[in-house]
């Protein structure tokens, strides 16, 4: 069996079973809470991982390793620490709470009607802006997921790019249309599974053929004293305040991201949510450092020819083809897919689930049928990935920079709204809407002002994030107290936590 055979085969079996899972569970989709929330059934262990994978996306073994072979280890540890600090917060403080509220707030299907029954907000604004910034970020994100795909069909077979993408998005898309939220949570789990396999297994077999640790470690030292230096990059200048803050600032990120809380959202049962956060954080630290140290032990493997730009986001790829042979190589390869589509098809439902949802039955057709809003939703996944198509058809984008800048959006977006809904009986619905509205636009302008340099190349979450909270604080407080009924279901949340 040749290599190009070896590794097509692995991969054919592995988009194979991708779709079987979406037609199985085609059928299980009866209505809308069944499409975008699978009835509130998943197990912890579905819970946990599905969570994990489809947060991680495929910058996991294409970004965050391109980012330590580019900088070295320091810039990608402390990105990976924040990383592993806001999964952990996240499960600690707004799982549990989060699962408890949406189904007393009238069960609420997704953030967007969350928000809505939360803060009892009749004029629907909160709701809708809401979901427009959901979908705009959302699409976004999609689109690296393409960008990825796209780079790995073309590095590995030489398929022109723009016809690469359409491979993995088409089967992406085909069962996220087909299953909704089970299968795209079921696909996870053994997403999840193979990332975390391939993650772990390529750079300890990358220290084996270089001649085991110290041989390795030799190499390492030979490329860069400072390779593995905390505070420094690789030629040897201190990291900046503002980039070690940066790259830790991502964790705040992870209690705005709505494809992550939705799992939380559809758990089996709020007691559950102790196990499945320690599961989760297991495959996340093992992950987490397997991906950094695949980029520092890359620049050690590839010393001889360097891989220069946007090609660093290709050290995987170029190891695992490489050392490993035949179908083994397809198998490690797969991985990349799965870390593409364990992200895009969450964010793709949620974003769909926000038109179907939020647009059309709330908005549009109040008495929407349930198979209708199913239908609904699959054709909103059909125009969504038609245009994250359009955005990824640049070959030189990178996959870091795009999931940076969606992180940012969603994080900031969302993410204080999300703390002092759970947290802070006193938030009003006007208070709500500022904080989305100012975290939504503080992305777009700072983002637009970091090539000025100076403290407008501090991340944008971090600016963001804290302008959102501040005018969430500030509206509420001005604003009259909320409404009986609302405080009255905060208190009796806070009673059943």
Do not use: C
């Not at 790829?317 to 035949?326: D, E, I, K």
Request: no cysteine.
């Amino acid at each position: 069996m040749s290599v190009q055979m070896g590794i097509i085969v692995a991969f054919g079996l592995y988009l194979l079973l991708m779709l079987g899972i979406g037609v199985y569970f085609s059928n299980k989709s009866n209505d809308l809470a069944d499409y975008v929330l699978g009835g509130r059934g998943l197990g912890k262990w579905v819970t946990s991982l599905s969570a994990q994978a489809s947060d991680m996306s495929g910058w996991l073994l294409m970004g965050l390793p391109g980012l330590a072979y580019a900088s070295g280890f320091g810039e990608a540890f402390w990105l990976a620490a924040g990383l592993a600090t806001g999964t952990y917060l996240n499960w600690r403080l707004v799982a549990r709470r989060l699962r408890i509220y949406t189904r007393m707030a009238n069960d609420s299907l997704t953030i967007s009607d969350f928000f809505e029954n939360r803060f009892g907000d009749t004029s629907h604004l909160l709701r809708m802006i809401s979901s427009i910034f959901i979908v705009i970020f959302f699409t976004l994100y999609v689109s690296s997921g393409f960008i990825a795909g796209g780079k790995l069909f073309n590095t590995v077979f030489g398929i022109p790019y723009e016809y690469a993408i359409l491979i993995g998005g088409g089967v992406l898309v085909l069962y996220t249309f087909l299953g909704g939220f089970f299968a795209v949570s079921w696909t996870d789990l053994i997403q999840g599974i193979i990332m975390l396999f391939a993650a772990v297994v390529v750079p300890a077999y990358a220290v084996v053929h270089l001649g085991g640790i110290s041989a390795a470690s030799e190499r390492v030292a030979a490329i860069s004293p400072t390779l593995f230096s905390l505070t420094k990059d690789l030629a040897g200048n201190n990291l900046s305040a503002i980039a070690i803050i940066s790259s830790a600032a991502w964790g705040l990120g992870y209690f705005g991201m709505p494809h992550i809380l939705v799992r939380f959202m559809g758990i089996d049962s709020a007691d559950n949510i102790r196990d499945a956060r320690i599961i989760a954080m297991v495959w996340v630290i093992i992950s987490l450092a397997s991906a950094v140290f695949i980029g520092v032990i890359g620049r050690a493997y590839t010393s001889g020819a360097p891989l220069a730009g946007p090609d660093s986001e290709k050290i995987f790829m170029v190891m695992v083809q490489s050392l490993f042979v035949t179908f083994l190589a397809g198998v490690m390869l797969s991985a990349i897919l799965a870390a593409i589509m364990s992200t895009a098809d969450s964010q793709l439902l949620v974003a769909a689930s926000a038109i179907s949802e939020d647009f059309y039955k709330a908005i549009f057709k109040k008495d929407a049928q349930p198979h209708e809003l199913v239908w609904t939703g699959r054709v909103a996944v059909i125009a969504i990935s038609i245009v994250a198509y359009s955005i990824s058809l640049n070959p030189n984008s990178s996959v870091f920079k795009v999931v940076s800048f969606a992180w940012a959006g969603l994080g900031a977006t969302f993410g204080p709204i999300i703390l002092t809904a759970l947290f802070w009986r006193r938030t009003t619905a006007k208070g709500a809407l500022a904080g989305v509205l100012v975290g939504g636009i503080t992305v777009l302008v700072w983002k637009n002002l970091s090539q000025l340099g100076g403290i407008f190349t501090l991340y944008e979450i971090i600016p963001a994030f804290i302008l959102s909270l501040t005018a969430i604080i500030i509206i509420s407080l001005m604003d009259s107290e909320p409404p009986k009924e609302i405080t009255d279901l905060f208190d009796k949340v806070q009673q059943e936590i």
